[in-house]
């Protein structure tokens, strides 16, 4: 599967799946392996998430009915560090039931079931198919120790499946590429340098041009 959700429950994480961005798609997104042959098969999948409900209200539409599988990291503690009265409880009650929803979906019967033989246009927009791929990671409280046994077990996650598809994990030659242009294109920036530079396209010129003019206010974007 060619994607991984990272659901965390907690606001204290909303930038966890970031970090996991980070660890897991800089380090095995590789196209060949470590004998310098092109992969025949899927390595590092794109990681994204968002916390608690906000997601919920996003993109779980596309998880739970889509055409596209999305296999989901739920994490939740089970002690908060905000009391909020019944606050922490509905939040868990919301993290329990979309992993259970994922799992278990719901059949055609189910939802005729609920329309009591009232006829119901909907009813084949109701139905999930579930049996969607998903964990559930479970403490006590996030505590630092807490957090760093995530980060562990993730890095650790990463370090396996970058030896399964015989890759080098830890390399970062697709993020050199980048750096190398950009020293091709800062003196154009900052114009020390005029007319064709080597290694720098016609596009990307174009685009630079258009920077400098909008810049120095010698042309004004259209409807500003």
Request: glycine share 10%.
């Amino acid at each position: 599967m060619e994607t991984l959700a990272v659901l965390p429950y907690d606001q204290c994480l909303s930038r966890f799946p970031a970090y996991l961005q980070q660890a897991d798609m800089e380090s095995n997104g590789k196209s060949v392996d470590r004998h310098g042959n092109p992969l025949t098969y899927h390595s590092g999948p794109v990681l994204w998430g968002e916390p608690g409900t906000n997601g919920q209200h996003a993109f779980y539409q596309l998880i739970h009915q889509g055409t596209v599988r999305v296999p989901c990291d739920f994490i939740l503690a089970a002690n908060t560090h905000y009391p909020g009265g019944p606050h922490h409880r509905y939040l868990s009650a919301n993290a329990f039931a979309q992993a259970q929803a994922l799992m278990q979906g719901r059949s055609l019967d189910e939802v005729r079931a609920v329309s009591a033989g009232s006829p119901n246009p909907a009813e084949a927009y109701q139905v999930f198919e579930g049996n969607r791929p998903s964990n559930f990671l479970l403490c006590q409280r996030l505590t630092p120790a807490a957090l760093g046994a995530l980060v562990a077990m993730y890095e650790h996650k990463i370090w396996v499946q970058g030896v399964v598809w015989n890759v080098f994990s830890y390399d970062q030659w697709g993020v050199e590429l980048g750096k190398i242009l950009a020293g091709r294109v800062l003196p154009l920036l900052e114009e020390e340098q005029q007319g064709d530079v080597p290694g720098v396209d016609s596009s990307t010129k174009a685009l630079v041009a258009r920077w400098q003019r909008w810049q120095d206010g010698r042309e004004k974007p259209k409807g500003s």
